[in-house]
Each structure stands twice: as C-alpha cells, then as structure tokens.
C-alpha cells in the first residue's frame, strides 16, 4: 500500500502527525501538488509538483493511485475517481470515503454547488480545528492498522 497526498489544501497541523505515522510503519509516501508542500524530510516521501490549473493534481494521483493505495483529500471528486480505482480516500478531517458513502457526499457537494451558482449565499466549511485534526488521526491510525499491521 502506498499513500497519496493531495497536499495543495492539506492542513500544516496535520503535518506532524502523517510524519510520524509515515515513519513509524515505513510507508511510501507522494505528496502531490501544484506548488512546494512539505509534509517532512524522508527517504520515504517523494514530492511531486505538477503544473498550476484545475485538477492537474488530482489527474496526476488517479493515474498513479492502484487498488489498495491510500489517498488523503478534501476534494470529494476526487476521492471518488480513486474509490473507483478500488483504492481508498480520507479527508483531512478523518472522514473515510467509501463505495457505500462517497456518492451521497459527491450529491451532497454537487448540489451545495448550484445553490452557489444561482447566487444563494451558503456557509463554508467549519473552520479546521483540534478536534478535527483529532478525527483525523485516529482514523488514519485505524485504517492503517486494519490495513497495513499485521499481527
């Protein structure tokens, strides 16, 4: 299993912690992004910066992801593009996507997006937080024991 960020909108307080779960279990790691994100210096993380425009980063992770292959994003199209690809996706608040629940959220983004188009004022996400960052980490931590830990 290898495990993809899309680190353009990936949150610095989450740093520290994939750092140490990269570290601790030897995973192979690629940051993707459309400029220079570090997650951490390591043998282990590849960083790979594609060019500036909309979804070049995602395209770049679904043609590299394979089935089994981890993906961390906040964007819900493309964690279903890699869903398909029978790989998996978290969000950076610890949400996992799956077969059974990623295309209820893709509805959910999809219609939240024409009520914006036709010029209703909606909210934004919550601001991220410890709480968040907490989610996040723990189900990193047992996906990655399901998984990866064999016991």
Known sequence: MRLFIDG?????????????SIQRLNLEVFVVSNKPVTIGKSKLIRY???????????????ELVEEGD???????PLADRVISKAAHAI????????????????????????IRESGE?????????????HQFANQLNKFLAKNIIKI
């Open 91 to 114: 969000d950076h608040r610890g949400e996992l996507y799956s077969v059974d629940n990623i295309k209820h959220y893709l509805a959910m983004r999809n219609l939240m997006e024409k």
């Open 8 to 20: 353009d909108a990936f949150p610095n307080t989450l740093k520290p912690i994939l750092f140490r």
């Open 121 to 133: 004022m909606t909210k934004g996400p919550k601001p991220f937080n410890q709480k968040d960052a």
């Open 48 to 62: 790979l910066i594609v060019e500036q425009g909309a979804d070049e980063a995602d395209n770049h992770i679904v």
């Open 70 to 76: 981890l993906v961390i994003t906040a964007d819900i």
